[in-house]
């Protein structure tokens, strides 16, 4: 617009080198590399203009993103990307679409659950997208209960073949993506019945469409399951309803990594456990937390630019009024955000690596680690997509009435990541996992077996369950020591207070369904103290760039003294700190924003996100968000006119009867 970098005096004021910030925020040197050459690419390709969504209807709206999707796919080909440069050009067009699910679940599925036969046969398939996959697990009547899933696959001896049925209304496949208009396959979840035994869940490959014409294949129903929460948003994406009748599939298209049915309808199960059919799920509960800290640090990043921007009152002697951002109450909300967006990154980073040590180990049978990946996958899903969509909704508020704009980007983003408090695993359900790993790991505490992995801080109970935090001064809780130990003896004291109360009851069921609530919060206690030490770890480690890991221990600090005093509750009533230290936390708090503040901006800038992706005017890059914002009202097609259409059917009419009333 007016060439001007209306943020330069507040870049000026950075204390620390941005560039070695970039490569740290994005794991190394290539991945920053990849991803900067790949973002500006799509930034700088009209095909993947976004700026519309909002204003188009459903149809006009899908149509659009089957285009983006094919242009995205030929463009992939054309410049011959890799597979990671194919994903993140995929992230940064920025599009909820049906290849999430295929590249997303489809595959993985089919990788995970396939036998070496299966693989071979399907993959390649996939990977030219000759045929388009989606996993189809959840019902209409079961989502988060999977054992009690209704779909059959009843095996036919007399044929070979499995017969996929929908017995009931409430046993239709409902919301899986990219079903509802796309996909031609999937990989179905049905209960396996041989010889009229029921064998539990399983995954099947189904082709639900002709590859000639596109229309169903016999005894198949399929449709879109209708509009989702916000305009644009995630209606972007075919979440769909399907029914089976009596639909005949070859044996060998039962996923059977995990178990078999032989050519005589004998049921056999491989020496791997039979969680492994969810093993998808722990797959991308992982990628939702990394998923997590880019939807956060976007909005992060809006918010303080825009409140860096933004002046209300404060003006001395008829100078400038106040920039926002400089209200302590603004940075009380703003920071420990920014603070969380770089804790969700590095403990996404590590849970990556947590998934990928657990997929080793299962190619040499070694299943020991798979009951912590699913807690860990499961808690800090959880955990990291509710602060998330928490966060997205507070930095639109801390953008004022703007925020509201859809071109401010936050209402769109809002709308797209909040499903991710349910898909993968409603939030409270998982928890309730984590919580079931910690009581066992609790009971085990007696029997000598030593704990490992997240869990290993339970192996010095005695400790934890009478230490005291011996913080004095507000600078002693700038000691990773005093965090840790405040975390892990809040953590610990919470698990084995509910292991305690469980044994008051005689069912153990009944007092794990009384206890929930405590217990849940005792699994967010343990999921916080996970990503507070892998923060703390990430320090331990070689940090180049002048004053960079100043600013990140900074940032730790902010995240783990915000969760202290958001949760002083939980440290007081079990006595693991003293309300003094509550307060000197909190002071200590205070003094953080200050050493933050003048590298707030530099700090988002870190993400480096480009003006496209953010799509939003508050957050542009050069901060000159009025004239923006101005022009593009002007673009609204309500200003098409400037008198409205319907002013002759129902505005003056109005007003001519209101005339004659007048009159009277
Ligand atoms: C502005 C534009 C921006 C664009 C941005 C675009 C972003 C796009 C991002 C897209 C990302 C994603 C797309 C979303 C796609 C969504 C897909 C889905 O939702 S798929 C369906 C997912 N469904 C679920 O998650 C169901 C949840 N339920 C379960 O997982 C289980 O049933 C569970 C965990 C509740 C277990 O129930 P139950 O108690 O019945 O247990 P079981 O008897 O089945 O098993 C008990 C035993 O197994 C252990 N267990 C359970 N799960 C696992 C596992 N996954 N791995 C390993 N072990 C597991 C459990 O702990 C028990 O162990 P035990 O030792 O016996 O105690
Ligand atoms: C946008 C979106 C995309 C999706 N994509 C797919 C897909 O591609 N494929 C697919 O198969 N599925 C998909 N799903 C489905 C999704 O996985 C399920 O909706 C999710 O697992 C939650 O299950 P549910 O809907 O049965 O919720 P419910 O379990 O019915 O939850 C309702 C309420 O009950 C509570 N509750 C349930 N059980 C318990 C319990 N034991 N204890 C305490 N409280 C409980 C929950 O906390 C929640 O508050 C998608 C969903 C959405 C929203």
Known sequence: MDGIDHLADERNKAQFDVDAMKIVWAGSRHAFEVSDRISKLVAADPGFRKDNRPMLGRNELFKNTLRKAAYAWKRIIELHLSE???????????????????????????????????????????????????????????????????????????TDEFVIHSPTLTSSKWWPGGLGKV???????????????????????????????????????????????????????????????????????????VSQVTREGKYMQSDVPRQLVYGT??????????????????????????????????????????????????????????????????????LKWLYTDVTQRLQ???????????????????????????????????????????????PELFAVYVPACTYEGDNIVLLLQVARFLMKTVSQLGSGKKPVGTTSYMGQI???????????????????????????????????????????FTNPEEGFAELSADLVE???????????????????????????????????????????????????????????????????????????????IALVDAFNYTDHFLGSILGCYDGNVYPKLYEAAWKDPLNDSVVPEGYHEYIRPLLKQNLRTARL
């Not at 507000?474 to 809040?490: N, V």
């Not at 320090?539 to 949760?567: M, S």
């Open 281 to 350: 799920m722990v797959y991308v509960r992982q990628t939702i937390v990394a998923d997590a800290s880019c939807a956060l640090s976007r909005a992060v990043c809006i918010a303080t630019r825009y409140s860096a921007v933004r002046r209300q009152f404060g003006s001395q002697d008829g100078g400038p009024e106040s920039q926002v951002i400089d209200y302590k109450t603004q940075q009380n909300r703003l920071f420990p955000l920014l603070a969380s967006a770089y804790a969700f990154r590095f403990v996404g980073e590590w």
């Open 364 to 410: 040499t049978n070694d299943f020991s680690t798979l009951p912590e990946a699913h807690a860990c996958t499961a808690g800090l899903k959880s955990v990291t997509t509710t602060a998330t969509a928490d966060g997205i909704e507070e930095c639109r508020k801390l953008c004022g009435g703007h925020g509201y704009l859809c071109t401010s980007g936050l």
């Open 522 to 600: 005792a699994a967010v206690a343990h999921c916080q103290l996970i990503i507070v030490s892998k923060f703390i770890e990430k320090l331990l480690q070689d940090i180049p760039g002048k004053g960079v890991r100043e600013q990140l221990e900074a940032l730790c600090n902010i995240y783990a003294l915000f969760l202290l005093h958001k949760h002083q509750g939980d440290f007081l009533s079990t006595g693991c700190i003293t309300a003094k230290q509550a307060s000197l936390a909190n002071d200590q708090l205070r003094s953080l924003y200050s050493q933050v503040r003048p590298n707030a």
């Open 84 to 158: 990671e440069e194919a994903a993140k050009l995929r992230f940064y067009v920025d599009e909820p679409a049906y290849t999430d699910l295929h590249w997303g679940m489809f595959v993985p599925a089919i990788k995970g659950q396939g036998t070496e036969e299966q693989q071979q046969k399907w993959l390649p398939l996939a990977y030219k997208m000759q045929i388009i996959g989606c996993y189809g697990q959840t019902e209409l009547g079961h989502g988060s209960n999977v054992q009690g899933l209704e779909t059959t696959a009843t095996f036919d001896p007399q």
């Open 183 to 257: 996909s031609t396959h999937g990989v179905i979840y049905a209960r396996l019945i041989t010889d009229g035994r029921d064998h539990g869940v399983h995954g099947f490959i189904v082709q639900l469409r002709s590859l000639e014409d596109h229309s169903p294949l016999p005894g198949i129903t399929v449709g879109d399951i209708g509009m989702k929460f916000g305009n644009g948003a995630y209606n972007t994406m075919d979440n769909g309803v399907l029914r089976f009748d009596h639909v005949r599939i070859p044996r060998d298209q039962m996923l059977m990594r």
């Open 462 to 504: 005695e400790h934890l369950m009478q230490c005291r935090s011996n913080v004095q001064r507000a600078e002693d809780w700038l000691k990773p020591s005093a965090i840790l130990e405040a975390f892990e003896s809040r953590a610990a004291r919470m698990s084995v207070a509910c292991a305690q109360n469980l044994t008051k």
